[in-house]
């Protein structure tokens, strides 16, 4: 049977959703998250849906990618597709043919897993390696000690709280309350925590978000940040070790996270949580 590409409906989603969550193995390599969806869906459902590609067979879902901005696109796939020859040349041929709307004409970025097929033919096709990436674990199977500080689960009350720790943590941020309410209602927040640390005089100081792929299966955090009037306090490790006790809580069998490599404060901070680098990752990329 042929291979085809789509752009979901907004009732089409539940779909592409669903076959990311049973893609999720602490196996596996890092690769694109039910979470990673559920954090685009601050921009709307339609928004999301119009920013997903899938790649069927036979009506079954072989791959879905994420175009997370305008020149990266995010893609991963079923687990016994990954050295699929079909589906690997498809892959090539959608994304380097501007036409057919998966990315478009200069330069370009894919991130796909360690070990697909995809990742060898890319290479072969002069596609460069972009700079590194740390995944990071911490495995679940024990329970997950209080490091002591205050940390709340953020709901509609407390939106404001983590809104602006993220505008502080993450410089040039749109997020707003408004963005939270459209995340909080997308699909994959059904498996999503949003928890916000507060320091001793009551100020919010961090935030975080979890995505379970449900139980047994590795849930993510992202994104993770610390206010900058309250960095170097130990409130990244503290809200990380509370982000893995939430999944834990939620079923996860491991609690896992993706920062550049450069990134040694960060690399550093989930280390201090009890996480584990792991192998690190690149993007392939397409100059101009």
């Not at 009732?11 to 990673?36: C, I, K, T, Y």
Request: hydrophobic share 45%.
């Amino acid at each position: 049977m042929a291979i085809s590409l789509s752009t979901p409906g907004v009732d089409e989603l539940g779909s592409a959703v669903e076959a990311l969550r049973e893609w999720q193995d602490d196996r596996a390599p890092m690769q694109l998250h039910p979470g990673d969806l559920g954090w685009f869906w601050q921009s709307g459902a339609e928004a999301t849906a119009a920013a997903v590609r899938t790649w069927r067979r036979g009506g079954r879902i072989l791959a879905v990618g994420l175009l997370d901005g305008p020149g990266l696109l995010r893609l991963t796939m079923a687990p016994d597709a990954l050295q699929d020859g079909e589906l690997a040349r498809r892959l090539v041929a959608d994304v380097t043919a501007p036409e057919r709307g998966v990315l478009p004409a200069g330069k370009v970025n894919i991130e796909a897993p360690l070990g697909a097929l995809l990742q060898d033919l890319l290479a072969e096709a002069g596609w460069p390696v972009d700079e590194p990436w740390t995944p990071l674990r911490r495995d679940l199977s024990e329970p997950v000690p209080d490091l002591g500080v205050r940390v709340e689960v953020a709901g509609p009350d407390r939106a404001p709280d983590f809104a602006a720790v993220h505008r502080s943590a993450f410089g040039g941020s749109r997020f707003t309350d408004e963005r939270w309410h459209r995340m909080a209602a997308g699909l994959p927040y059904a498996d999503g925590r949003c928890l916000v640390a507060y320091g001793d005089r009551g100020a919010a100081v961090a935030a975080v978000t979890v995505w379970s792929a449900g139980p047994g299966r590795p849930g993510l955090l992202e994104p993770m940040g610390v206010h900058q009037e309250h960095r170097r306090r130990g409130y990244g490790a503290a809200i990380s070790v509370a982000a893995a006790a939430a999944l834990r809580e939620l079923g996860a069998s491991s609690a896992i996270v993706c920062t550049p490599s450069a990134n040694a404060g960060a690399v550093a901070t989930y280390e201090a949580a009890g996480f584990r680098r792991q192998r690190e990752v690149r993007d392939r990329y397409r100059d101009v």
